[in-house]
């Protein structure tokens, strides 16, 4: 933040406090105190709107946690106050951010070292956004996403870019047969063992019925009966849940019935 920042920053704490706003009527104390607040907070920005930072919260924030403390302890906010509330967020910016390639010479190390560690510090100041390489859909998929890597849910994990997948998807006609599916909405017949030709999950089909040996070939798409395995598996699932939607929730005096009783066990 800059002296304007924290002459704006200074008059909203004031308007939350009077100790503040007194303390602000000096002009040569005003001053200072910009002076001071700049230079310990030089390196935190002002607003990040798009990942929810506002210094201005963070003053509020303060006095609603400590607003209700009458006694002389407590004091008014300070710039260590705003860099406690900076700190997290700061921390979790860091923890999305990967670290991109270098335009540099990767035969000047100094230089390379220069321009990483500058790419870290503008993300750690708020001046540039993280570098999210990783990231494989936006933000409103990123549960479903943790939950294909961890092996939760429907559909294949995918380790890699979604760009790189559609280049190798003529080399991998199984996996983009069994991807584009999920994608449409269709349950993960790979999820199941296949009964015809004794395939565990996760493993593609393979011609012959249930033989061991040479002269069985691996087929690029699932068998009948493990399709419909699948088929089945999803709609129960979606019995399941509209059982659960339909029942209507137990009365009062047996829901507290319930409770005691978990209690006194």
Known sequence: MIDQH????LAYAGRLDSRVRRSLADPQQSARTIADWTAALA???????DTGWDASQAVRRYYEQ?????????RPVEPHDVLAAWAPHRAELMNRHTDPVPSADPDDPAAWREELLGTRAAVATGHTPPAQYRAEINAAGQKRLAALVSGVGRGPR???????AA?????????????????AGEPDAYAHKCGWCGAEPEQPCRTGYRRRGKGRSTRS???PCRIEAALAADQDEHNRLARLMSTPPA???VRARHTAGGLRR
């Open 6 to 9: 924290i002459a704006a920053l």
């Open 43 to 49: 390196d935190v920005p002002a607003t990040l709107p």
């Open 66 to 74: 400590h607003g209700g403390d009458r006694s002389a302890q407590f």
């Open 158 to 164: 995918r380790y890699m870019p979604a760009e790189v």
């Open 167 to 183: 280049q190798l998807a003529e080399h991998r006609p199984a996996r983009a047969a069994r991807e584009a599916a999920v994608a």
């Open 221 to 223: 798409t699932p068998h």
């Open 251 to 253: 009365p009062r005096e």
